[in-house]
């Protein structure tokens, strides 16, 4: 007379068997992003002085101000290109069941293809690439 037999299963225990997985997988999640941190600041040297405290900029002083404005462009191209990558990201599960899926799955990712073409062409006609 288990309390997880299949007829008389409550209710509410049947859902929190279903979320212990994702429950499992957020705790060694977050293990291994933190794990590594507390084991070199714990078994890390700890030397402080101000050459490791000051901030490093490819070897040289700061020139200007960290609060400058960047150019509306260059968050135009960080957004196209994470748009063109995630969607390019894709083409590998496609790959993998292309003989799965058949024609039909090789025509939908050429209309995918081409849709993601036709918006570069009209990115860059718009001049959405150019810096200057």
């Not at 209710?11 to 070199?40: C, D, K, Q, R, T």
């Not at 039909?104 to 959405?128: Q, T």
Request: net charge negative.
């Amino acid at each position: 007379m288990g309390l997880f037999t299949q007829n008389k299963t409550p209710l509410g225990s049947l859902m929190l068997e279903n979320y212990l997985p994702i429950l499992l997988f957020i705790v060694v999640g977050i293990a291994v992003g933190v794990m590594p941190m507390a084991m070199g600041r714990l078994l890390g040297p700890h030397r402080p002085d101000n050459e490791k405290l000051s901030p490093y900029e490819c070897g040289f002083e700061a020139f200007e101000d960290s609060r400058t404005k960047f150019d509306v462009r260059y968050y135009l191209v960080a957004i196209l290109f994470i748009i063109f990558d995630l969607e390019i990201a894709f083409l590998f599960p496609w790959a993998i069941v292309l003989r799965q899926i058949g024609v039909f799955g090789f025509l939908a990712m050429m209309i995918f293809l081409g849709i993601l073409v036709i918006g570069f062409i009209y990115e860059w006609r718009k001049g959405a690439l150019e810096w200057e």
